[in-house]
């Protein structure tokens, strides 16, 4: 028989049998228009499928590849080495690759979904349980995808019928492209882990303390992810895959390293700079003639205005608002003084402490716009923090990809 393409080679081993595509395609289990495209040269094959062909009609896988039975002559190395063998050899391996780089792309575009779905369940909705499960469930939905196909690869690349040197760096490339998802979903599952430390069901985590604690999570889980890949790349090098370029590993540790160090100082900083942040800051201290003025001021600036609401006492008998709003100051014993009795009316003073000097009070009035103030001051500073926390993992992924670009050049 003379060389044919695959297809060509398929459509001429079925005819032979007698056979439409139509039952070679139950035989399959594919449809009767995937054996078409493969008989026109369009597509061919899976790799799981050569074996069962080849069985089908008899045949080698290594015949099917090479478009032609072995001579007698050539069931040797050369048969095996034949130019159009390797050439189709050549283009499955490719398309097996192809197909498990779609995956790949699917399972990131899973574990990007499941940060969307957990971003909006707890910013959107304000149920940060929810969110963290809709996003475990599609990152899970990503892993689940992911490693099934890598089965199904890296098996379809590791039958007798494929030379274990052809396939060492296509299933170099499954690995990288498994591991950077692996890698991926892990710290994605690690980012929403702070969703879960929200006491209540009903309550949602605000952006800047997700982004501030989820980066600390994530780093973790990328540091573990990492530690995962270099244990697994080197039990598998030289045997499922190829060796990594000389350098590499310890360029991976440095920069591991490198990132851990600049979160760790970021993170202390952050850490005494919220120890020593006085969130009254701006607040005023007032005599206790200032103060009572203040207080005894309603909020809209009408002195005794009058509300048409049911005051009680602690122990539940109806009072009048003036004496449910008196208060008294306390000396260092908590003793309350009658002749510093004042009536608080105004709520944009909503607390107060009280430094006694030589029997004279000075207070420190909780003000609500200056502890505004000072609670936009430490929201932007939690915002740059979590800004370079970003800063910081960009730097060093470009220095990563630089000093790896370089190795390979070496290496070349």
Known sequence: MSKNTIGEFIAALRKASGMTQRELAERLNVTDKSVSRWERDETVPDLTLIPVIAEIFGVTADELLRGERSAPALEGSEAKNSPRGEKQLERIINHSVLKFKVVSLVSAGLILLGLIAAAVCDLGFLRAYIGFFAGLL???????????????????????????????????TLFRLAALVYTAALTALAFCLPLMEVNDAYLGLTADTWIREGIRCAAAGFILAALIRWISERAAAGRLIPQPPKGLGRLRVLTAALLLALWAVTLIGASIYDANFDIY??????????????????????????????????????????EYLTEYLTDETGRELPEYKFIHRNY?????????????????????????????????????????????????????????????????
């Open 138 to 172: 599609l990152i899970l939905a990503a892993v689940i995808t992911e490693s099934v196909a890598a089965v199904v690869s890296f098996s379809s690349l590791s039958g007798e019928e494929f030379p274990p040197e052809r396939t060492l760096s296509p299933r170099g």
């Open 281 to 322: 800051k701006y607040c005023k201290e007032y005599t206790f003639e200032e103060f009572k003025t203040l207080v005894e001021t309603d909020e809209d600036g009408i002195p005794d205005s009058s509300y048409d609401y049911t005051y009680v006492d602690e122990e539940g008998n109806e009072v009048t608002r003036e």
């Open 348 to 412: 944009e003073v909503y607390g107060y402490s009280t430094r006694w000097e030589n029997g004279v009070p000075t207070i420190l009035a909780y003000e609500v716009p200056y502890t505004n103030a000072a609670g936009h001051e430490l929201y932007l500073a939690h915002q740059t923090i979590s800004h370079l926390y970003l800063i910081e993992l960009a730097a060093v992924i470009v220095l990563y990809i630089l000093s790896k670009w370089r190795i390979g050049r070496k290496s070349a």
